[in-house]
């Protein structure tokens, strides 16, 4: 059965370091998706990505953050100089299209990345 | 303002004993979608259901249930004869039409602790 995939499956990092955390989505799949998950907390919704560009963005996603997916199967998430606070669970999730639309909206989760900040 | 409350925040049983978990939910949208996720102690979220608005049947599949109740705005999940498998923090997600995604907003997730 088809699996987003992320890595790495954690990834320690001193602060004010750059983090690449990399999914691959669904193939099939056009709509992607970023969440993260301070330990102990909540699933945050960070960013939804549909063809090439942002569709939506949290608060959470400030000018730290980008996305990008540079070929036709990865889907990356940059934060450029990380901060104590980013610690967290990063989940990155796809789905085939929108509610109300073609295909299944479900969301699919990847497994994780957690990142820890020193 | 979307928003969901899962009140429990852990919840402990023996098994084979049932259990429910409630969520309620806020939005102002009409159509809208709800979710249950499953995160297992190894941290995965697995989906477990959705449900759209306008549809309001309760649906069992094997032990678990759901009992969707717009008039509460209330989407309650019951395991039945729980295992210790079960034991996992559970969330339930809203979802809203009419947007350019379908972000999911979860609520703070309930632990749910089976115990032999």
């Known amino acids: 059965e088809p699996e987003v995939t992320q890595t790495p499956s954690h990834q320690v990092t001193q602060m004010g370091q750059e983090v690449i955390l990399r999914c691959v989505p669904i193939?099939?799949?056009?709509?992607f998706y970023w969440y993260r998950q301070i330990l102990g907390q909540k699933v945050e919704f960070l960013v939804s990505f549909y063809n090439n560009e942002i569709s939506e963005k949290s608060e959470i996603f400030d000018d730290q953050f980008s996305v990008e997916r540079p070929d036709g199967s990865n889907f990356t998430l940059k934060i450029r100089s990380t901060k104590l606070e980013d610690s967290a669970m990063y989940f990155c999730?796809?789905?085939?299209?929108?509610?109300?639309?073609?295909?299944?909206?479900?969301?699919?989760f990847g497994p994780g990345t957690r990142l820890t900040v020193t | 303002a979307q928003k969901v409350t899962q009140a429990q925040t852990e919840i402990s049983v023996v098994e084979k004993e049932d259990v429910t978990l409630d969520c309620v939910y806020e939005?102002?949208?009409?159509?809208?979608?709800l979710f249950w996720y499953k995160q297992p102690p190894s941290g995965e979220l697995v989906f477990l259901i959705r449900r759209n608005s306008f549809d309001e049947q309760n649906e069992i599949s094997g032990r678990y249930s759901w009992n969707f109740q717009k008039s509460t705005s209330s989407f309650n999940f019951t395991i039945t004869a729980s295992q210790v498998v079960d034991s996992a923090v559970y969330f339930c997600?809203?979802?809203?039409?009419?947007?350019?995604?379908?972000?999911?907003?979860f609520g703070t997730g309930t632990l749910l602790a089976v115990q032999p």
């Open positions: 997600a809203l979802s809203e039409d009419g947007g350019a995604t379908n972000k999911l907003i």
């Open positions: 999730a796809s789905s085939e299209g929108l509610a109300g639309g073609q295909g299944s909206y479900e969301q699919y």
């Open positions: 939005t102002r949208d009409t159509t809208y979608y």
């Open positions: 193939s099939n799949h056009l709509y």
